[in-house]
C-alpha cells in the first residue's frame, strides 16, 4: 500500500514538475529594445494579426486607420506590460487565432468598417497578442524596455501597411489586397486546425 | 606493420625520412579521433524553416493539385472581371475549410475522386468557354477546394512550425492561381484564346488520367 502511495506520489510530482519554458527572447545582440523589435518580427502569429489589422483598416478609409494606428500599438504595449505583470504563462492561440480568420475573412470580403468597429477590432487584436507577447518576455526575463521595442515594431508597421491600403486606388491592387485577406484567412483555419491537434 | 613505401627513383630525400619518422601510432590515432564522424547538427530543413519550405513545396509536389490550381486561374481569367480574382480569393478560403475538415477528424468520401474531377471538370470548363454565372462558378470552385484541402493541407510532418507550414502552403497555392492567370491572359489575342482553351483540354486530360488512377 505504501509503495503504491510512494509510486503515485512520485508520478504526481513528476507530472508536475514545469516543463521547459518555450518562451525566449532571440537575442539581438544589440540590447533589449531590439530584442522586443526582433521577437514580433521573428513570430508569425503576431506579424500575420498585424498585417490582418492593418490591411482591414488601411481597407476602412483613412479615419479607420488612424484609429488603428494608434489603438493596436497602445493596447498592445498595456497588455503586454500586464502579462509582464502578471507573469504566467497565458496562452490565447484559440481566440488569436480566431480573430485572424475574422480579420482575413472581412478583408477578403472589401468591409469597409465603421470606424468604432475598426478600433474595438485593433483593440482586441492588441490585448489578445499583446498579453501572450508580456507572458512570453515575463517568462524569458526580459522588462519594459523589450515590450517598448515590441510596441515601437507594431506601431511601424501598422503605419505603413496601413498607409500603402489606403492609398491603392486601382482596381487590380484592391483585388491584390482582398487576396491577402484569404490568405490570412486560410492561413487562420489551417491553424484552428492544427491547435484542435495539439501542434503549434 | 608491413612497409608500404612507394618505389620511388632514388634515395628518400631528408624532409621525406624526417615525415617518416613523425609517423607514429599516437599521430595515427589523432588522425582517426579526427576523422571520427560526430553527431551531424546539420538540420537543413529542420524546423520553422522547415515548416514553411515544407508548406510551400508540398502543393507543387503533385500534379493533380498543381492542375487544378493553374485551372482554378485560367478558368478566372477566361471569365474575366469580377470572376479573375474572386475565385482565388474563395478558394484559399474554402481549400483551408477542408484543412480544417481534415485535421478535426471528419472524413471526406472518395477525396481523390473529388480531386481528380475538379480537374476534369475545371479543364472541361475552359475547354467549351464555358461561361457560367459567377455564383455558379464559385459554388464549383469552392467545393473542389474542400477536397484539395482535406488531402493536402493535413500533411505536414510531426515537429515542423504549423504556422510557417500553413503559411508556406498558402502562399503556393495562391502563386499557382497567379501562374494560372498570368497564362490565362493571353486570350486578349484570338490565337491566345484557342491556346487558353487548348489548355483546358490539357488540363482535362490529366484529370482524366488521375480519374483513372482513383477509379483503378
Known amino acids: ?200 | 606493420m608491413t612497409d608500404r613505401r612507394l618505389p620511388s627513383s632514388g634515395p628518400p630525400s631528408p624532409s621525406a625520412r624526417g615525415n617518416q619518422r613523425r609517423t607514429s601510432p599516437h599521430n595515427l590515432l589523432a588522425v582517426l579521433v579526427l576523422l571520427a564522424p560526430i553527431t551531424a547538427l546539420a538540420h537543413v530543413e529542420g524546423g520553422a524553416a522547415g515548416g514553411f519550405l515544407s508548406g510551400m513545396h508540398h502543393p507543387v509536389s503533385g500534379l493533380d493539385h498543381v492542375l487544378a490550381m493553374v485551372a482554378v486561374g485560367l478558368w478566372g481569367a477566361q471569365l474575366g472581371a469580377p470572376a479573375i480574382w474572386l475565385l482565388p480569393v474563395a478558394f484559399p478560403i474554402m481549400m483551408a475549410f477542408g484543412g480544417l475538415l481534415g485535421l478535426s477528424g471528419i472524413e471526406l468520401p472518395a477525396v481523390e475522386l473529388g480531386i481528380a474531377l475538379s480537374a476534369v471538370i475545371l479543364g472541361a470548363l475552359i475547354l467549351g468557354a464555358i461561361r457560367l454565372p459567377l455564383a455558379v462558378a464559385l459554388l464549383i470552385v469552392g467545393f473542389f477546394a474542400i477536397f484539395h484541402g482535406h488531402a493536402h493541407g493535413t500533411e505536414m510532418s510531426p515537429g515542423q512550425s504549423a504556422i510557417l507550414y500553413s503559411i508556406g502552403f498558402v502562399i503556393a497555392t495562391g502563386l499557382l492561381h497567379a501562374a494560372g492567370i498570368g497564362m490565362g491572359l493571353i486570350q486578349r489575342w484570338n490565337a491566345g484564346r484557342i491556346a487558353l482553351r487548348g489548355a483546358g483540354s490539357v488540363v482535362m486530360a490529366g484529370g482524366l488520367f488521375f480519374l483513372w488512377n482513383a477509379l483503378a
Open chain 1, 1 to 200: 500500500m505504501i509503495r503504491t502511495l510512494a509510486w503515485a506520489l512520485s508520478l504526481v510530482l513528476l507530472a508536475g514538475l514545469p516543463s521547459a519554458a518555450h518562451a525566449h527572447l532571440v537575442n539581438s545582440g544589440l540590447g533589449p529594445f531590439y530584442n522586443g523589435a526582433l521577437h514580433l518580427l521573428l513570430s508569425p502569429g503576431d506579424l500575420l494579426a498585424v498585417l490582418a489589422v492593418s490591411l482591414l483598416a488601411g481597407q476602412s478609409g483613412k479615419a479607420g486607420a488612424r484609429w488603428a494606428a494608434i489603438v493596436l500599438p497602445l493596447v498592445w504595449g498595456a497588455a503586454a506590460l500586464a502579462g509582464l505583470g502578471l507573469g504566467t504563462a497565458i496562452e490565447a492561440g484559440w481566440l488569436g487565432v480566431a480573430l485572424l480568420v475574422l480579420l482575413g475573412v472581412l478583408v477578403a470580403v472589401g468591409v469597409r468598417l465603421p470606424v468604432w468597429a475598426m478600433t474595438c477590432l485593433s483593440a482586441l487584436a492588441g490585448l489578445v497578442h499583446g498579453l501572450e507577447n508580456g507572458s512570453a518576455f515575463a517568462a524569458a526575463g526580459s522588462d519594459g524596455i523589450a515590450v517598448a521595442g515590441t510596441v515601437a515594431t507594431v506601431l511601424t508597421l501598422t503605419l505603413l501597411i496601413a498607409a500603402l491600403a489606403v492609398s491603392l486606388r486601382s482596381a487590380w491592387t484592391r483585388m491584390a489586397l482582398r487576396v491577402g485577406g484569404s490568405w490570412i484567412a486560410a492561413v487562420g483555419m489551417l491553424m484552428l486546425g492544427w491547435l484542435l491537434q495539439g501542434a503549434s
